[in-house]
């Protein structure tokens, strides 16, 4: 979102360790803000390796304990900002919480779907996690298994039962979003795929990007087809530097 121009800000904990200060060596390097960043003086080592495969893939993690809820919670009390993105399916008191206090402060809540296999809307929790945010974000493998549908088009219904805007990411095929109730679809676009890794973070990202900027559903979701498809150009989940112009552009090209 930061190499799209969004406003940023994250709220994360950071440690006295390598890592963690080579993590902060490359948000300083991208002029990003340390407003929200908590630097603690004790490792907090948070390490993924991503196992890339042509159909699937895999990720390895290691992850020191940390004050992250904390940091997050306390990050909310201190800040101002339209929306507050929640990189996964998460739920219980700590996100009744969250929502309470971002409400208070007129902001509203993004979640990804990254999820464990227990996830799904058999869970009462789960129902209330997603009633709780604005927006939800599940991949194709995500919306199967919380919903047990294989048909996309009728996860984001069922899930749409639940939150007012949902964005189900289906890889080359593209994606579709329940939106107060109505469904719509959006056909992928045609790049040479080195990578998927992060691809359905930049998704995110070009949706978000569109949605501050005041543009309809459809157009939310060209724009993070567009942003999630360029990513896959490049090894790496960060290597491909996304650009608004250039999505613009590659958007333009594709209507001729």
């Not at 039962?161 to 676009?189: F, L, M, R």
Request: hydrophobic share 40%; proline share 4%; net charge negative.
């Amino acid at each position: 979102m930061h190499q799209l121009g969004v406003k940023t800000a994250f709220a994360a904990e950071f440690g006295n360790d390598d890592y963690s200060q080579f993590v902060l060596n490359r948000f300083s390097s991208e002029g990003f803000p340390f407003d929200l960043f908590k630097i603690s003086d004790y490792p907090v080592r948070k390490i993924t390796v991503s196992l890339s495969f042509p159909q699937d893939r895999a990720f390895i993690a290691y992850y020191d304990p940390s004050q992250q809820i904390e940091t997050a919670l306390r990050a909310l009390t201190q800040s101002s900002a339209r929306l507050v993105v929640i990189p996964t399916l998460f739920y219980g008191p700590a996100l009744t919480l969250g929502d309470v206090l971002a409400s208070s402060r007129h902001m509203e809540l993004f979640m990804d779907g990254n999820s464990m296999d227990a996830s799904t809307l058999d869970k009462p929790a789960i129902k209330h996690a997603l009633k709780r945010v604005r927006f939800y974000s599940p991949n194709h493998d995500e919306a199967v298994r919380i919903t047990g549908q294989e048909d996309m088009k009728t996860a984001a219904s069922m899930l749409g039962e639940h939150c007012q805007t949902v964005i189900v990411k289906d890889g080359a095929n593209g994606c579709w979003c329940s939106d107060e109730g109505q469904i719509y679809y959006e056909p992928g676009y045609k790049v040479k795929v080195v990578d998927t890794t992060g691809a359905g973070d930049c998704f995110n990202a070009g949706f978000i990007k569109a949605w501050l900027d005041g543009r309809d559903i459809r157009s939310c979701m060209r724009f993070a087809n567009m942003a999630g498809a360029l990513s896959t150009q490049r090894a790496g989940a960060n290597s491909y530097r996304l650009s608004t112009a250039e999505i613009e552009t590659r958007l333009t090209q594709e209507t001729k």
